[in-house]
């Protein structure tokens, strides 16, 4: 069974510091991974995905992401983050020729100090 | 603009009735799902379809049912089985079954 771990609930960080948003996964099959953004009381938004190709995945809002096959992560950075980047942020995989059920992990929420 | 569309906002359930919410989109996919998110778990899967009038239950489907008559329309009915409702509720659509998933703004069901 595919399972999906944040591990990080919440992440503080100041203005304009660097951030890394944890998440690894579990899956014997090869798998699409996502990131997607959620502002208080919206919908999602997605940041990235990876699919295939390059392993350093360049997404919305200067985020990027790297998957490593070797220890099943995708953690996603920013080099320097706002205060408009506070919301939380849920990674999502799923598995190669399955289908669309997407797993979500179980988010972290991102709170960026002035 | 192309996009999913939810309504209501918020909506309240009494003990014992159905409520409908709405979801429509009109980016012309084939495949549409419902999630239910609750604080501190992510979202689980409720139901999903991938055509019309075809769909099938996901991980949470006990006290929910759906339809799938038109292509851009994809109603969830929360029924008077489902003992804890209160959550937010999002709907999202992919082109095909295996394509990225976008998502619509949410419902938040409250119970009375």
């Known amino acids: 069974a595919q399972s999906v771990t944040q591990l990080d609930s919440q992440v503080p960080v100041f203005e304009e510091a660097p951030v890394e948003l944890r998440c690894n996964y579990s899956?014997?099959?090869?798998?699409?991974l996502f990131w997607y953004v959620q502002y208080p009381n919206q919908g999602l938004q997605l940041l990235l995905k990876y699919l295939s190709g390059s392993t350093l995945v360049k997404g919305i809002n200067g985020f990027e992401a790297e998957f490593n096959k070797s220890q099943t992560s995708f953690h996603l950075r920013k080099p320097s983050v706002h205060i408009s980047d506070t919301a939380e942020y849920f990674c999502?995989?799923?598995?190669?020729?399955?289908?669309?059920?997407?797993?979500f992990g179980q988010g972290t929420e991102l709170s960026v100090k002035p | 603009d192309g996009g999913i569309t939810q309504s209501p906002k918020y909506l309240f359930r009494k003990e014992g009735q159905n409520v409908t919410l709405s979801c429509e989109q009109n980016l012309n996919h084939d495949a549409m799902y419902w999630y239910r998110q609750d604080p501190g778990q992510g979202l689980r899967l409720i139901y999903y379809?991938?055509?019309?009038?075809?769909?099938q239950k996901g991980d949470i489907a006990e006290g929910y049912s759906v339809s799938r008559e038109k292509k851009e329309s994809f109603p969830l009915t929360v029924t008077s089985a489902q003992k804890n409702p209160t959550a937010f509720y999002l709907c999202a659509s992919s082109g095909g079954f295996q394509e990225t998933q976008y998502f619509g703004p949410g419902t938040r069901l409250l119970v009375l």
């Open positions: 379809s991938q055509i019309v009038n075809d769909f």
């Open positions: 999502a995989v799923r598995r190669k020729n399955q289908g669309g059920k997407l797993i």
């Open positions: 899956s014997s099959v090869s798998v699409y």
